[in-house]
């Protein structure tokens, strides 16, 4: 048999690995199985390479996930696996999309955007959506009032066929100016599509419980820091803090936590993201130069250590410094 330290290193080196199963081979010098892999990539060609496992895995199915998505000097913590247990159970596509390349503005699971419902009067001070619907779309019909809510009709004739939608990534669909007609009529169509998952995100996580949602729901809510003292001047949404309590109390599976921008943030956020207990996590900073009182990049980069070692899956969007640091 080979070497141990070949197989630790060709296991890491084939991208696409679960990196921790290369420390367990470490440790195991007897009893290793291997399996060819390959996969495809556009524009890169097919990867081909080995795979190293204990005995015990053979004949099992075996999840493999980019090993970028986790800390790349840790053992990937217990109880990240489980909580895509049910996930993998009924649309085991997910874990592709989990693999998709880095994205810095759009969520990489996602694999198309729908919007039955535009716009929103929260008026946050970094919204893309209203500056772009205020200018490169201000002539087209559904912007034609700017960004006012407004129902799409026409959405409702489109059908999918599996993956991640993200429902109205152009504007706030529980906002509380939308009328529950509205959030009924999307949530109706939704329905209508049990094999493709729906991601919901929104500022006013609270108005979730009104309503009755199927199993491919994802309920995600955007919290972008824990300090209300900060945030007066950003949005008009509801508090950070009350988004915060309505995500602990809101009794559901697949929880989804986005913090983008992220804000400068308090010792105790990451505590309160645990008590939410989202399956998955997206961290970012501002994308469009709008100043905002970041945290420094080793102050984020704690959290998100800190959210791993604690069994939480963080995927990462643009990730810099803060606009104030100095490069070194």
């Not at 009924?90 to 694999?111: A, Y």
């Not at 893309?128 to 200018?135: D, K, N, V």
């Not at 008009?236 to 921008?261: C, T, Y």
């Amino acid at each position: 048999m080979e070497d141990v330290n070949t197989l630790v290193n060709t296991f890491e080196n084939f991208k696409g690995v679960l990196y921790n199963i290369s420390q367990k081979v470490a440790k195991l010098r007897e009893g290793i199985i291997e399996k060819f892999v390959s996969k495809f990539e556009p524009r890169k060609g097919t990867i081909q390479g080995h795979v190293y496992l204990p005995k015990e895995f053979a004949g099992k199915e075996v999840v493999i996930i980019l090993k970028d998505v986790f800390s790349k000097h840790e053992l990937l913590p217990q109880g990240t696996l489980e909580r895509f247990k049910l996930l993998f159970k009924r649309h085991r596509s997910l874990c592709k999309l989990i693999e998709r390349e880095h994205s810095t503005k759009m969520f990489s699971i996602v694999t198309e955007t729908w919007n039955p419902v535009t716009g929103c009067l929260h008026h946050c001070k970094y919204c893309w959506a209203r500056r772009l619907a205020e200018t490169r779309l201000k002539n087209s019909k559904r912007y034609s009032n700017g960004f006012t809510p407004r129902l799409n009709k026409e959405e409702f004739n489109k059908k999918f066929r599996g993956g991640v939608v993200f429902v109205s990534d152009m504007g706030d669909l529980f906002g509380e100016f939308i009328p529950d007609e509205w959030i009924e009529a999307v949530i109706k169509h939704v329905k209508k599509f049990p094999n493709t998952f729906f991601l919901f995100l929104t500022k006013n996580p609270s108005r979730y419980n009104d309503f009755d949602f199927p199993e491919n729901a994802i309920l995600g809510a955007t919290i972008e820091t824990d300090k209300d003292e900060i945030y007066g001047e950003i949005s008009k949404s509801p508090k950070p803090s009350e988004r915060i309590e309505a995500m602990i109390k809101l009794d559901w599976s697949f929880k989804f936590l986005s913090i983008e921008p992220i804000l400068d943030f308090s010792p105790t956020f990451w505590r309160k993201i645990e008590k939410i207990n989202p399956f998955m996590i997206y961290v970012g900073y501002d994308n469009y130069y709008n100043k905002l009182p970041e945290p420094t990049l080793d102050k984020t980069l704690s959290l998100t250590k800190k959210l791993r070692d604690n069994g939480f899956l963080v995927l990462e969007k643009t990730m810099r410094r803060a606009w104030y640091e100095k490069e070194e």
